[in-house]
């Protein structure tokens, strides 16, 4: 099995094993922020650069470095590779140029977008990007359109990961969406503005990284970190079932797939994707439709995870961790 | 006189027809190929001349061949690049309008060598013309069984389609070439798989440009180390040069390798001089994606020796003070030629040509032409130089396919070799404009 070093951490992992998922089983620092891969679609990665990392050193057999970063989510390790990640200031660098030229043309209307709080977007610029944009021409626009009844399409907002793309390839048979013209006014769309009408077709709203791709039944109801994330299932035919319920009181305001860490749908013990049906997504809004299992843990480093607390133990350390802090801030 | 490989009967009477092709001794190398020869004795011709690829990268075309897999019953194909659409390489074009049968025989030759039984020419949609041509000659060649089954009673099959593109410049890039011939859309495909493994329709799949099929004719007629004496160290051969831009005699030419730069520029037999007896400015040597170079650097190199006309001379010095041999896209400019204004043209034409997939390429593209455009309306600043910079060095290396790295070296090298001519243009101002 060959052995890789990320940001000097060694482990041994199976043969085909790309950097990222390597980096994803060390966690923390060395994983390198992903936009267009995702673990349960096939082909996909490679497009938006922002998990490019630094391959200082090639194979045990050729340890020549690589003379450019390599997108970490379609490069196979090599016995004995070393990566660097968040240990090379020059990969941060060219990282950060990555991050502004998926910003330059992105309208940062989070205010009044969906997405806002659960956006790999925003927690990217967060991160790796400037406070000042140096772009001073005027941004891509387009129209909104609506692709069926229950999907929105805000393009001006798409960073072309094409992901939708390959839900539509992979879980829709007789797809109708793709990707139009070419260069900067490339766009997502349908063939001829058609609806896309799929049972699985709502997988896209999951997969979409920013607020591009929206639930038409969800749009404007409420911002996500005002609602309360649960584990619920109930049987269904088409789908897993499995699903994540986002309340607010009572009401179900929406339904998605369940998300991990990296945003992407949990697999089951079998290792399908979660992938869950538009009957389930939209159709199944009360709460008798379901099964509540309890609270979904959310550990994205997002404001969503504010203010949710799952077990009373945690809310009563968190509070006497802010009593702490503010005694300690008045003495001083 | 120098030595003619591809064009030495390009001005005889009827060459483009099949009667005149053959007069001239057309064919009959495809015929002693597959009479007297091994498909594994061409690859050894191949390698043995030192071709190398004349499509820009110059990569050892026996190597690429070598690469091959060859698994069993398993279809293997050839695929002719015929995209030619680099702004000042007009190379394939002449060649195909003016001896079609040259390429039609050297894609014989080679699909047997490479064990191809369908082999496919990929020309660009713009040449619908140059199209009909090709398609006129393939179907003389059908005629009298120099193409189709059983090709002149040896046993060896071929058929041979021209597919014509839709007019994108990415599609000159091998795999999105391979993409747009299997009627996707024609975007690069992430590497690895190369295509000598995985490439059309998923079958080990060889790429080459048009003058290195034609050049396999003469290789496998005079053998490998006859090709291999002309040139210099390991460019060798002929290469076929579109000169263009302020020259008295702008035209495609067939150059021996190791010719002196400035004798090609001055010399009657060739470009024949600055027009209007101007001083030369600067040059764009291999097509408009490699980087230019000023007068003093493109005649000499940064040592002081003449710069010759190979794949090592023109890239000594690196892209500090070198260049490539690229495609033979030779652009010349004299004194009166705006830098700047040349580089947004081309940086127009590569944000055009953006295929979109990445976004390095895709947003960067579009904001140094906008930025170029900025800076020549006048309301530049010194801060947009440095910005330019930053964007050029912030797209190069970081893409899917090298188009990235050709809107880049442009920009990179006009800025290197000739800032003053930016400052100019531009206002004091350091403090970079931008929104918050």
Known sequence: MPKVTIDGHTLEVEEGTTILQAARMIGGEAVPPAMCYYSGLETSGGYCRTCIVEVSKGSEKDPRPMPKPVPSCRQVVMDGMEVKNTTSPKLLEARAGVVEFLLINHPLDCPVCDQAGECHLQDLSYEHGLSKSRYEFKRREFEKIDIGDKIKLHMTRCILCYRCVKVADQLCPGRVHGVINRGDVAEISTYIENAVDNEMSGNMIDVCPVGALTDRTFRFKSRVWFTKPVNAHRTCETCCGRVALWLSGDEVLRVTGRKDAYGELEKDAEGRTGWICNTCRFDKKNEADWTIEGPRHIDRHSVISQNHYETLKQLKIDISRQKKLSEKAHNE | ?436
């Open chain 2, 1 to 436: 006189m120098s030595v003619k490989l591809l064009f030495e009967h390009l001005d005889k009477p009827g060459i483009r027809n099949l009667e005149g092709y053959r007069s001239h001794g057309g064919y009959q190398t495809l015929e002693k190929a597959l009479r007297t020869l091994k498909p594994d004795d061409i690859t050894g011709e191949v390698k043995k001349s030192g071709l190398r690829g004349r499509g820009g990268a110059g990569f050892p075309t026996g190597m690429k061949w070598g690469f091959l897999a060859k698994p069993e019953g398993v279809p293997r194909y050839l695929v002719c690049n015929a995209d030619e659409s680099e702004p000042g390489t007009f190379k394939d074009r002449y060649l195909m309008e003016h001896i079609p049968h040259l390429l039609i025989e050297g894609m014989a030759i080679s699909s047997f060598a490479l064990g191809a039984e369908t082999s496919y020419i990929y020309i660009r949609g713009e040449m619908m013309y140059v199209y009909h041509i090709l398609q006129a000659a393939i179907d003389e060649a059908y005629a009298n069984n120099l193409l189709g089954s059983n090709i002149m009673g040896s046993g060896f099959s071929l058929d041979l389609h021209v597919h014509c593109g839709a007019g994108a410049y990415i599609c000159g890039e091998e795999t999105a070439l391979l993409e747009s011939l299997e009627g996707k859309r024609g975007n690069p495909r992430i590497k690895p798989p190369f295509p000598a493994v995985k490439g059309l329709w998923g079958c080990p799949t060889v790429v080459n440009n048009v003058e290195t099929i034609s050049a396999v004719v003469p290789i496998v007629r005079d053998g490998g180390d006859a090709y291999a004496r002309i040139g210099i160290g390991r460019s060798t051969g002929t290469k076929l040069i579109s000169a263009s831009g302020h020259i008295n005699n702008p035209g495609v030419y067939e150059i021996e390798l190791g010719l002196p730069v400035e004798e090609f520029i001055y010399s009657e037999q060739w470009c024949g001089g600055i027009t209007k007896g101007k001083k030369l400015k600067a040059v764009v040597a291999g097509g408009s994606s490699v980087p230019v170079l000023p007068a003093e650097l493109i005649l000499k190199t940064a040592a002081g020796e003449p710069r010759l006309m190979t794949y090592e001379s023109l890239s000594d010095g690196g892209f500090e003070t070198g260049t490539m041999l690229g495609s033979g896209g030779f652009i010349v400019m004299d004194e009166d030629t705006s830098i700047v204004k040349n580089l947004w043209n081309f940086t127009r034409f590569y944000h055009h040509e953006s295929c979109g997939q990445c976004s390095p390429c895709r947003e960067g593209t579009g904001w140094m032409e906008k930025v170029l455009h900025k800076i020549l309306a006048g309301k530049g600043t010194r801060a947009d130089i440095d910005l330019l910079w930053d964007i050029q060095k912030n797209i190069e290396g970081k893409t899917i396919c090298p188009l990235g790295e050709a809107a880049a070296w442009p920009v990179a090298a006009a800025i290197r070799h000739f800032r003053a001519e930016f400052e100019e243009l531009t206002s004091q101002i350091t403090e970079p404009a931008g929104q918050v």
